[in-house]
C-alpha cells in the first residue's frame, strides 16, 4: 500500500472514530431528555417494566399530562394541579429573568472597571479580583444556608419573590463578571479614547460605544444566567413555602403515599425544560458568539 493511500485510510480511520464518539456523547446526552420525554405518555405499568420505544413496546398515554391538566381532554376544564403549575411556571420565569436582568447589569459594570482601570487592594490585582469573583462558585450553598434564613427572616423576604430574585443574581453574578470581563478585552480600547477626544465622557463612551458591541456577550451572559436560574433547587427549596416556589421545587414534589409518580415528575419535567430547549435552538449563534468572545487573539 502506498503512503498516500496508507493516509487516506488513517483519516477515514481518524474521522469514523471521531463522529463515533460524538454521536455516542450525542446519544448520553439526550437520553434523559428522551426517556422524561417519553416517561410523560406512560402508565405505571410502562414505567414499572422499563418500556422504551413509544407504539413498539408500549402505547401511548395522556396519563402524566392529565395529571396536570395539560391534556387534550383535560385543557378546557378547571384544574387545580393546573393553576398550580401556572402559578410556579411564572414565579421561575420572574425570578429567572429578573435575576438576569439584574446580574447582566451589574455584573457588566464591574466587567468593564476590571477590563479597562487598574486596580491595587494590597498584594490584589484585577486577575486576582476577578478570580475572587469565580471563587464564590466553589462555596457549597449548603453552607450559606443558615445565614441567608436569618438574613431573609429579618428583611421579610422569605417566600418572595424579590428574596429569589437577589439570592440568584448574586449565584450567577461571577460568571457573568467573567464572561463580559473577556468581551469587553476584545473591544479595542481606542475606540472610547476617539470617543473622549470627541467630548465624550467615559459613561457616554461605555453606552453609546461600549455597549452596543458586547451585546452578543451580554445576550450569552444572559442566557446563560436564566438557564442557571430556571434549574436552581436548594435556595428556592430553602427560601420559599408557598406563594414563591418555582417549577424545579414542584417538580421533586411530585410524590405519592405509594411512591414517585413517574408519569407526572416526566409530564412536569418535559413542561418545565421546553423553555429552555426553546431558547438554546433559536438563541444559539448568540450563545456561541458570547462564550468564545476572547477565545481567539
Keep these: 500500500m502506498s503512503g498516500a493511500a496508507t493516509w ?16 455516542l456523547w450525542a446519544f448520553i446526552s439526550l437520553f434523559p431528555i428522551y426517556w422524561t420525554v417519553t416517561t410523560s405518555f406512560k402508565t405505571a405499568v410502562d414505567v414499572t417494566q422499563g418500556h422504551l420505544i413509544p407504539f413498539i413496546d408500549y402505547q401511548p398515554d395522556w396519563r402524566g399530562w392529565r395529571s396536570l391538566g395539560l391534556s387534550p381532554d383535560t385543557i378546557g376544564a378547571t384544574s387545580t394541579v393546573r393553576e398550580e403549575f401556572l402559578l410556579r411556571f411564572e414565579n421561575s420565569v420572574i425570578a429567572s429573568v429578573g435575576a438576569s436582568l439584574l446580574a447582566v447589569a451589574i455584573g457588566s459594570l464591574a466587567a468593564y472597571g476590571l477590563s479597562r482601570f487598574r486596580y ?6 484585577n486577575k486576582d479580583i476577578s478570580f475572587w469573583f469565580l471563587s464564590q462558585l466553589i462555596l457549597p450553598p449548603v453552607v450559606l444556608a443558615m445565614p441567608f434564613l436569618v438574613l431573609y427572616k429579618e428583611l421579610a423576604l422569605l417566600d418572595t419573590r424579590i428574596g429569589l430574585i437577589l439570592v440568584y443574581a448574586l449565584m450567577v453574578l461571577p460568571i457573568v463578571i467573567w464572561i463580559m470581563r473577556d468581551q469587553f478585552a476584545t473591544i479595542p480600547i481606542e475606540l472610547e479614547e ?32 436564566v438557564v442557571l436560574c430556571w434549574n436552581e433547587y436548594f435556595f428556592a427549596a430553602l427560601l420559599t413555602s408557598s406563594d414563591a416556589k418555582t417549577l424545579p421545587v414542584m417538580v421533586a414534589s411530585q410524590t405519592g403515599s405509594q411512591g414517585i409518580n413517574w408519569w407526572s415528575m416526566a409530564a412536569l419535567s418535559t413542561a418545565a425544560i421546553a423553555p429552555l430547549a426553546v431558547i438554546g435552538i433559536f438563541l444559539e449563534r448568540y450563545i456561541i458568539r458570547g462564550l468564545t468572545a476572547g477565545a481567539v487573539k
Design 8 to 23: 487516506r485510510v488513517k483519516r477515514v480511520s481518524g474521522r469514523t472514530l471521531l463522529y463515533g464518539a460524538a454521536l
Design 120 to 125: 491595587k487592594f494590597g498584594p490584589w490585582r
Design 194 to 225: 476617539a470617543a473622549r477626544v470627541d467630548g465624550a465622557t467615559v459613561w457616554q463612551a461605555f453606552l453609546r460605544i461600549v455597549l452596543p458591541l458586547a451585546l452578543p456577550g451580554m445576550v450569552a451572559a444572559f442566557i446563560l444566567s
